[in-house]
């Protein structure tokens, strides 16, 4: 109860609040250096403070609520020189601070490609998480120093703020929540390619206050795509890289707000590459943007907005170091192979999800207003991949194709002859096409009682085919979000939304591979069950069904999520001290509909599961004192609860609707204090944090080659050799601790150095139990398997790092940035089933183990870790200004400089586990590596309207 009351203090505080303080306005015109005409569109940021302005069409601005004393004002505007300026507020007087100049010049950030860092896990059920991608580009829109060399200098080696996942991030677009209600992250692929129009964005890191949501630990963001807030004029570019793609070209039209209250944007974009940076991956992407605003009367505005970004692209895999070794490179991608002379990728990614939006701004009076959005989403989002029955195994880096199980199985002289073989023809790493086409094209067979009519069909039936796996989705949502400048102390927001989603996650047949069908049974059940002639039928009502290019078959479901959420905050500004205090409240519902009666599981399988509802929490409050203009100290804290996301809910959505048990809402809590400083010449900034996270849950895929007793009756059990299985992990705890320091000082002309360090440590805190469910038959194999994964170690970002840039502004337009990173701390991602007693015990009842701390020991215990590594980084821009009204810019980045093309910037320990021999070099680890020299370039030329 008294959760619930600080949750809703700041709704008390809306209506009993009425406290009056001395607070005062600025206001000022900013105008070009050079031409001395008034600029339209200037952001103009209060540093440290919820307070700014944007200048009107003559370039005045104003800003409200301000204390008496010193405040230093941050001017932005694309394609000008960031310029701050110290100011005195005042009291009692009207503080115009007159003409500010800003210099037009390159905007470092303009031409910077927000390439995503594509996070790929091994779970190949969650295939759609490949595309929901943690970018770090979008937080360009804060001028925080640490938060834009996470950006830019480290975020190649995937580095996380504070180590956080990226569904702990709110990114929003005109006031709609993005993050997939699914699995909690944001398809930035649905907006790839429209950077000149996804500029207008704000960003709040950490705990602070936000006016858009109540936001987390993980800060958010939001993007503003009304037309009348983009930069009047047109603009066209082209780029060229050695990147995901290599070659870019964008246009982008915008009227600015005019005089008949209508404004217009338009903007389309191609990105291509035959073959990106990877070898086999390719790159085709489209994307087109439509934003309309009409001002009705001075009170309302009505946006509409529609854009969208079709992407085929050629997805690269993991390897282990020996395949690596094996082609000579650490870009060795398993993933494609010649046919016909021309290279063919069996993993394509191709997705296209529109967004439509509208929104209506309603200024109610000077202190008041209101932000109404309604938005829908829809489209497919898929990825091919081999699937195959009764035929040999096609991928070409499996392990028993490799010189390592000659090794571990037979004998030194045969692996060293696979070796040679593979040295000898490099087309032996690759997919082999022609094979599967000839085994397909020779495969005559008759299938009796085709789709349970009783009749028979002959015909090529495949062995091989290239399944796609489809993640469609259609969401809704409706928010509203109130702003009232009570008082010149007290301002008060509030917000509350819906959210519907309704995915299809399904398999469809892409190619059959010369044959003419492909039967839709499971291989696996038919396998172990030869003389079952119902469980092995994916689809019970429709058996032996024959499915062709199109079809779908395996498996077939609709994952629905329902959403309703509010919140509420108050922030107070005081002559020495500012403070705010937030609260949310939301309720979550989730169920599965299966489309399809499986042969496992008839009864479990078709129809509607149980509706599962969570009632989730959060309160958050901080605290900012003021020594004086230059020094403020802050304290944050939160709590919160977050449901899970559908994904943790069932055991195995794909056959069947069980829920796992007693699932639990996760519990968060955070603090952080912050010391910032801030002069003309020199920035500083100062964090601790520590955040523990609770209850979390986590549901893995893979296959073990365990052998495990399972009881049947009081006197009776049965052994199980292994299997697919879906391994249910609860109780899953971790901390996120550290420090963030950041600095950037003016050294003397032109010439800067910034420079940030992250310091942290992200472990897991608990001993989570696992749960393993026999995929094939819901058996539960084993209950509460205690994992041992206390002090190891969050996977996969580096929990050390530092950037240092040297950089040099030159009069004539144009700066050149020198950049050095440098990254340690990053642990490769573990499996839990390694960490048990099971895995280091020699026999049935565990009696006789591994010797503790012997080198089998530890090679099975120890969590590795990534060598340490650094970059250099190469940053420059010239700008050209071609009559009063024409602008040239050029950028060119070279990333990784020396080429240090060893750098390991993630992995993860295979599912499975020679459970016989304890032998970890049978299934070994597999990396990502990060890219080696690579550049963009960029030209841009705009003219103003």
């Known amino acids: 109860m008294k959760f619930q009351i600080l949750t809703f203090l700041p709704l008390l505080i809306f209506f009993f609040g009425n ?44 800003i409200d609520g301000l204390k008496a004393g010193e405040q230093v004002l941050l001017f932005e505007l694309e394609d000008y020189q960031n310029y701050e300026q110290e100011v005195v507020v005042k009291a009692n007087e009207e503080n115009d601070i007159g003409i500010v100049n800003i210099t037009a010049g390159q905007d470092e950030t303009e031409s910077q490609d927000f390439i995503p860092v594509i996070t790929i896990n091994d779970d190949q059920f969650s295939e759609q998480d490949n595309a929901a991608q943690t970018v770090s580009g979008l937080l360009s829109a804060s001028r925080d120093v640490f938060v834009n060399a996470a950006a830019f200098n480290l975020g190649a080696a995937r580095f996380r703020i504070r180590g956080y996942d990226s569904n702990y991030t709110g990114v929003f677009m005109n006031g709609i929540p993005m993050n997939e209600l699914e699995n909690g992250r944001t398809f930035w692929s649905a907006w790839g390619g429209l950077n000149d129009v996804f500029r207008n964005r704000s960003f709040s ?15 958010a963001s939001h993007i503003d795509t009304r037309a009348s807030q983009q930069r009047r004029g047109l603009r066209f570019s082209y780029a060229q890289a ?8 964008m246009a982008t039209y915008n009227t600015g707000m005019q005089s008949n209250g209508w404004a217009l944007s338009l903007s389309a974009s191609r990105r291509w590459a035959q073959e990106g940076y990877v070898p086999g991956s390719f790159y085709d992407a489209y994307s087109y943007f439509l934003s309309v605003d009409k001002k009705i009367a001075k009170e309302h505005l009505v946006n509409f907005t529609l854009f969208g970004a079709p992407t085929k692209r050629g997805r690269s895999s993991a390897g282990t170091q020996e395949v690596y070794d094996l082609a000579g490179t650490n870009y060795y991608n398993s993933y494609w192979g010649y046919q016909s002379g021309e290279v063919r990728n069996s993993r394509v990614a191709n997705a296209h999800q529109p967004v439509l939006m509208l929104r209506h701004d309603w200024k109610i009076n000077a202190s ?19 699937d195959w029955y009764d035929a040999p195994e096609p991928r070409p880096d499996y392990y028993r194709h490799l010189p390592s199980a000659a090794r571990n199985y037979i004998n030194t002289e045969d692996s060293l002859a696979i070796v040679n073989a593979f040295l000898n023809d490099p087309n032996l790493l690759q997919v082999d096409w022609h094979s599967m086409y000839n085994i397909n094209r020779g495969n005559l067979e008759t299938i009796e009682n085709v789709n349970g009519s009783g009749e028979s069909l002959t015909g090529l039936r495949s062995q091989y085919i290239i399944e796609e796996r489809r993640f469609d989705s259609r969401e809704a949502n409706a928010s509203m979000i109130y702003e009232n ?40 059940i038919e396998r172990d069950n030869p003389g079952s002639t119902t469980l092995s039928q994916s689809d019970l009502d429709t058996p032996n069904r024959i499915v062709r290019v199109g079809d779908r078959f395996g498996y077939d479901y609709d994952p629905n999520v329902r959403k309703a959420y509010a919140w509420t905050q108050a922030s107070f500004s005081f002559p020495k001290m500012d403070a705010f205090i937030a609260g949310d409240f ?68 794909r056959t069947r609707n069980e829920i796992v048990p007693d699932l639990v809402s996760e519990k968060i809590t955070a603090g952080e204090l912050v010391y910032n400083y801030r002069s003309p010449y020199l920035k500083a900034k100062a964090s601790a944090y520590y955040t523990l996270f609770e209850d979390q849950t986590e549901i893995k895929a893979f296959f073990i080659d365990e052998d495990i007793d399972v009881p049947i009756s009081d006197a009776a059990s049965q052994t199980i050799s292994g299997g697919f299985v879906n391994y249910l992990l609860r109780g899953i705890d971790k901390q996120h601790f550290g420090v963030e320091l950041a600095a950037e000082a003016r050294l003397f002309g032109g010439l800067s150095l910034s420079a940030v360090a992250a310091l942290g440590q992200y472990t897991f805190t608990s001993r989570p139990t696992a749960d393993i469910y026999l995929d094939n038959s819901s058996l539960l194999l084993v209950e509460d398997r205690t994992v041992y994964a206390k002090n190891f170690y969050v996977p996969n970002t580096p929990q050390t790092a530092y950037s240092a840039t040297l950089k040099y502004e030159g009069k004539q337009y144009w700066f050149a940035n020198l950049s050095f990173n440098y990254f340690d701390d990053i642990w490769i991602d573990f499996n839990p089933n390694r960490r048990t007693d099971a895995a280091v015990s020699l026999d049935e009842r565990g009696i006789d183990r591994v010797a503790q701390g012997s080198k089998l020991w530890n090679d099975i215990i120890f969590q590795e870790k990534a060598p340490s590594g650094y970059t250099l980084d190469f940053f420059a821009g010239k700008s050209f200004k071609l009559g009063s009204n024409y602008f040239l810019n050029l950028t060119a980045s070279v990333n990784n400089i020396l080429d240090n093309q060893n750098l390991i910037i993630g992995g993860f320990e295979q599912g499975r586990f020679d459970f016989d021999e304890k032998n970890v070099e049978v299934f070994p680890n597999r990396y990502y590596y990060m890219y080696g020299l690579n550049y963009f370039l960029n030209a841009t030329f705009r003219i103003n309207l």
């Open 485 to 524: 400048i009570m008082n010149k102390v007290l301002t008060f927001h509030a917000g509350a939304g819906l959210q519907y989603y309704r995915g299809e996650n399904y398999k469809i047949v892409n190619d059959l591979l010369g044959g003419d069908f492909y039967l839709d049974i499971d291989k696996f």
């Open 205 to 219: 890191d950490g705990i602070n206050a936000t006016d858009f949501t109540f936001g987390g630990v993980g800060g």
């Open 586 to 653: 939301s309720s979550t519902g989730f169920w599965r509909t299966g489309n399809i009666r499986n042969g496992k599981f008839p009864n479990s399988s078709l129809g509607a599961s149980d509706l599962e509802v969570f009632f989730n929490f959060g309160a958050k409050a901080g605290l900012t004192y003021k020594v004086d203009g230059r020094n403020y100290i802050s304290a944050n804290a939160l709590v919160r609860t977050r449901a899970p996301f559908f994904r943790q809910v069932f055991t195995s959505p």
């Open 242 to 249: 050695s990147r995901s793609y290599t070659n870019r070209a």
């Open 368 to 386: 008041e207003k209101l932000t109404t959005s309604v938005s829908y989403q829809f489209g497919r989002n898929g990825s091919t991949a081999l």
């Open 19 to 62: 406290v009056q303080a001395q607070n005062f306005s600025l206001k000022g015109q900013v105008q070009d250096e050079n031409t001395q005409k008034p600029l339209a569109g200037v952001s103009v940021i209060v540093q440290y403070t919820n307070k700014g302005g944007i200048s009107d069409a003559q370039g005045f601005f104003q």
